[in-house]
């Protein structure tokens, strides 16, 4: 197992689906408390020892996972600019030549999927608590009496987080393409860093506002 690749990866992984994954879930329960719509909280081991414990938070991770690699799929609106084939090269180079440029790429990709997964999630939570909204509003679904400026405030608080990862996500697409390009034009075409200057394991990045 090559480390240098795979650790990235993981990270990469946690940060674009597991951490949203987690914030939908979170956000999505707190908005729908006493509505009779809310996920109730599902023991599937009443944990009793460590290992019991163990396995209850990676089945919690998986679960994460799988939310934030269903939010990725909507993808709307799509602001990721359309990646050519050869800046896809350019890309993949610099993770195999040079690990540690690569991470640093891998960490600016993983946290603009993060901002556009978030945004897709809190969306998603304003529908349904709009939904809620109208089948609590025709008793169609049994719950607690919720007053107009309480579902105001869960419609309002994840629609104002969702315009603030909206109004990032652009910007930061722009910091990782900046990178991916800068950094193939140094390590890959001008063969930075070179032994006598900079000695073998660093490398000049150049500061771009990340």
Known sequence: MKFSLTIPQLFYDFIARVFPGFLFLLVLRACLAGTGLAPSS?????????????????????????????????????????????????????????PESGFRIVKLRAEARFLEASRVGMLVVCIVVLMAWAFRA???????????????????????????????????????????????????DEGYPRQNDLGPEVAVVPKSGA
């Not at 009443?46 to 934030?68: D, H, M, N, Q, R």
């Not at 629609?159 to 930061?172: N, P, Q, T």
């Open 42 to 98: 599902v023991a599937f081991l009443k944990p009793s020892t460590s290992i019991e414990v163990l396995l209850g938070g990676l089945g919690f991770l998986v679960i994460c996972y799988f939310a934030g690699w269903f939010l990725r799929c909507i993808r709307w609106p799509n602001l990721q600019p359309e990646e050519t084939s050869e800046f896809r090269t350019m890309y993949q180079r610099i993770r195999l030549q040079h």
């Open 138 to 188: 025709t008793d169609l679904v049994a719950g607690d009496s919720i007053p107009q400026s309480v579902w105001a405030l869960r419609l309002g608080l994840p629609l104002l987080v969702g315009l603030a990862f909206l109004s990032r996500e652009r910007g930061m697409w722009g910091v990782y393409r900046g990178n991916v390009k800068k950094l193939h034009s140094l390590i890959i």
